[in-house]
């Protein structure tokens, strides 16, 4: 992987080859160590209030899939967003690849999940809010039980990427290069990226590594490439 300081230094910066740039956005590690521009949350549909205005912001593994309770399934779907703006001379995006590592909990079921921009209600002074604790982001709200989403579950745009996953402890979604671009140049758009598992007629899930985990490869990442602009 590669990885950088900045955009502008080659010495310490990306790793450069010809105009193309290539950087990687992973808490406490890259593009440098201090970097905690990642945000991520689990949002769940379920039987109860409670879990429908409520989310573990800063667990470190969470759950994403279809759960069954009391004989009824439910959805557990994750948003993730990262801080851009160190990219400051970017001409095109030319790729970007979101990883999420996973424990998948039965290897002999398949979990689909589809990888869509986010985005929040156009009212909405802001993007959604990882939160604390059981504050925050939740199946019904963009922030702590203030501003509803337009649709329960997370408002989202255009399908980026979908991914089968069974025994896989890596997953890959490559994400519209052009939406990333957007998020580059308009920051204020940066809603991110919204993971749904496609609900089959049964319980199939996974365990998913959160920015807060102690290993820090097991850590949501985004890589993005991009032609230098000027």
Not at 61 to 69: A, H, M, P, S
Not at 110 to 135: I, K, M, Q, R
Not at 139 to 148: A, C, F, I
Not at 163 to 192: C, H, M, Q
Request: aromatic share 8%; charged share 25%; net charge negative.
């Amino acid at each position: 992987m590669l990885a950088g300081t900045g955009c502008t230094d080659s010495t310490t910066g990306p790793r450069e080859s010809g105009d193309t740039i290539t950087v990687v956005f992973r808490d406490g590690t890259e593009p440098i160590p201090s970097y905690t521009g990642t945000r991520d949350a689990v949002i769940r549909d379920g039987p109860t209030l409670a879990m429908r205005t409520s989310n573990d912001g800063t667990s470190p593994l969470d759950t994403l899939g279809v759960i069954r309770i009391e004989e009824m399934l439910y959805e557990r779907r994750m948003l993730l967003r990262f801080d851009l703006t160190s990219i400051t001379d970017c001409a095109k995006v030319t790729g970007a690849m979101l990883t999420i590592s996973v424990e998948p909990e039965d290897t002999n079921r398949t979990v689909w999940l589809d990888a869509w921009e986010a985005t929040v209600p156009a009212a909405y002074p802001g993007s959604w809010v990882e939160g604390f604790l059981n504050e925050g982001v939740s199946w019904l709200y963009v922030d702590e039980g203030v501003s509803p989403w337009t649709v329960p579950g997370g408002d989202h745009l255009g399908l980026m990427d979908s991914r089968p996953v069974k025994s896989d402890t890596t997953v890959y979604f490559e994400l519209d290069p052009a939406r990333v671009e957007r998020w580059i140049k308009v920051p204020s758009v940066n809603d991110g990226v919204l993971i749904i598992p496609r609900t089959a007629g049964q319980q199939t899930f996974l365990h998913v590594y959160m920015r807060e985990n102690a290993a820090e490869a097991l850590r949501p990442e985004l890589t993005v490439r991009y032609l230098k602009g000027g």
